[in-house]
């Protein structure tokens, strides 16, 4: 009689099963980064998953993570905006700019046209009024320097800066000279750590108490 081995058990079988991974979080293609090819249609059909990116020249972008200060200026300025700006103008946070086919931005706070519709996740360029960035450890240089000339260069009207500990914000407007590599840019017009008063975008008179956390 010829003995036979009896099958693998229900456990063994199992055990034997490769186990499926989940992938892992979402990260831009290392070859297209290279070849600085992203654009904006890309940047709108990113995976659920992906982080808080930017895109610059072609390139992906992710942004830090903001931290609680941060984000309490950013919350009490949109708030300010919301319930001062007039109508015909709307307060929103975080929201895309698109300056080139292969740049957008995400301004902390920025004013637009009411009319922009509500599920926009990009505006144009011409439907920013003011664009503002408050600056962070990690992001000083690109706060202070690469996004106000990329805003200028797009032709937005107003810029504002808010630096941190203490609060202290500086408002420019687009000057009509410009730099001497002849590219647009902002001429500061106010600047305090106690009291910003202007008459555009909109008649101003912010203490900036209202905005410190």
């Not at 099963?17 to 293609?29: H, R």
Request: glycine content about 4%.
């Amino acid at each position: 009689m010829r003995l036979t081995r009896p099958g693998p058990s229900y456990a063994e079988r199992v055990s034997a099963e490769p186990i499926a991974t989940p992938p892992g979080p979402w990260c831009p293609d290392p070859i297209r980064q290279q070849r600085a090819d992203y654009t904006l249609e890309d940047l709108l059909n990113l995976p659920d998953d992906a982080p808080r990116v930017e895109l610059v020249d072609g390139v992906i972008q992710v942004t830090p993570s903001p931290t609680l200060g941060h984000q309490d200026i950013s919350f009490l300025l949109r708030l300010w905006l919301h319930t001062h700006a007039p109508r015909h103008l709307r307060a929103t946070q975080d929201v895309g700019v698109e300056l080139a086919r292969n740049t957008s931005r995400r301004p902390d706070v920025l004013l637009c046209r009411a009319e922009v519709t509500s599920n926009a996740s990009e505006v144009a360029p011409h439907d920013v009024i003011l664009a503002v960035e408050i600056v962070s450890p990690g992001t000083r240089r690109v706060d202070r320097f690469a996004k106000p000339a990329e805003y200028a260069a797009a032709g937005i009207p107003f810029f504002w800066r808010i630096e941190q500990d203490p609060v202290h914000l500086y408002a420019y407007r687009l000057s009509e000279r410009l730099s001497p590599s002849g590219e647009r840019q902002y001429e500061l017009v106010a600047d305090s750590a106690d009291l910003i008063e202007l008459p555009q975008p909109f008649d101003i008179k912010l203490s900036i108490a209202e905005i410190t956390p």
